[in-house]
């Protein structure tokens, strides 16, 4: 079982809506990331936070807006998305450095966007 | 610059049989690098990892890779495949560029068992 906790696992979308992704992790880690997986991709990286501050912006669209409430929770707002937007949306959290040691990922919550 | 190519898209075995799923990276610094699986539908899981300390490494579900700096290696290895290991395989390889980490995931090799 994970321990990165993501809500919803699936979520279906209208390119005028307002949706949230959300992420837990209750390890202590510093630091969490969003990842945009396509089909047969490999992750892609969106955003990084380490010590709920934004460190990594991976020149990602204004449509797509992170928050880190706190060490635990990270958010994903999404607002005005396009269908090519569709895609398995990965969050993840480590100890130490951001981007450096083992990430811990959560199942993922796959979006379509209609 | 950092740099991680899977030689393999996708690698077909019986089951029973030996895994071997090939991996070269390129470092300007000295690298960590990981293997990761992904199931259908699933998150990414760590199955090992090395971080300058033994050079061939043991990980979950009876894999292990070796570390080979001559070769600039990591390959991944089962000596039996099960059914249950067929996913999809990403190498990735860590280390600083500057003031910041980076981590650079390969393209990933589909590993299919059959019965």
């Known amino acids: 079982d994970t321990e990165v906790t993501q809500t919803p696992k699936h979520l279906v979308m209208g390119m005028t809506n307002k949706k949230s992704l959300k992420c837990e992790q209750h390890?202590?880690?510093?630091?969490m990331y969003w990842y945009k997986q396509k089909a047969k991709k490999p992750p892609e990286l969106m955003f990084v936070?380490?010590?709920?501050?934004?460190?990594i912006n991976e020149s990602v669209p204004s449509r797509f807006s992170p928050e880190c409430p706190n060490s635990s929770l990270l958010n994903l707002h999404l607002h005005a998305l396009q269908p090519e937007d569709s895609a398995l949306y990965l969050c993840?959290?480590?100890?130490?450095?951001?981007?450096?040691?083992?990430?811990?990922f959560g199942e993922g919550s796959r979006l379509t966007v209609l | 610059a950092q740099s991680v190519t899977q030689l393999d898209s996708h690698v077909s075995v019986s089951e029973g049989t030996p895994v071997l799923l090939r991996c070269n990276y390129s470092?300007?610094?000295?690298?960590?690098l990981f293997w990761y699986v992904q199931h259908p539908n699933k998150g990414l899981q760590l199955l090992l990892k090395?971080?300058?300390?033994?050079?061939l490494v043991k990980g979950i579900n009876g894999f292990e890779a070796e570390f080979k700096k001559s070769e600039t290696s990591f390959h991944l290895t089962k000596p039996s495949a099960h059914m249950s290991d067929a996913a999809e395989y990403f190498c990735?390889?860590?280390?600083?560029?500057?003031?910041?980490?980076?981590?650079?995931f390969g393209k990933g090799t589909k590993l299919s068992v059959k019965p």
């Open positions: 390890m202590g880690h510093r630091a």
């Open positions: 470092s300007s610094y000295s690298p960590s």
């Open positions: 993840a959290s480590s100890w130490g450095e951001p981007n450096t040691g083992e990430l811990f």
């Open positions: 990735v390889v860590s280390s600083f560029s500057g003031s910041q980490g980076n981590l650079i």
């Open positions: 936070y380490s010590y709920e501050k934004l460190s």
């Open positions: 090395y971080t300058s300390a033994a050079t």
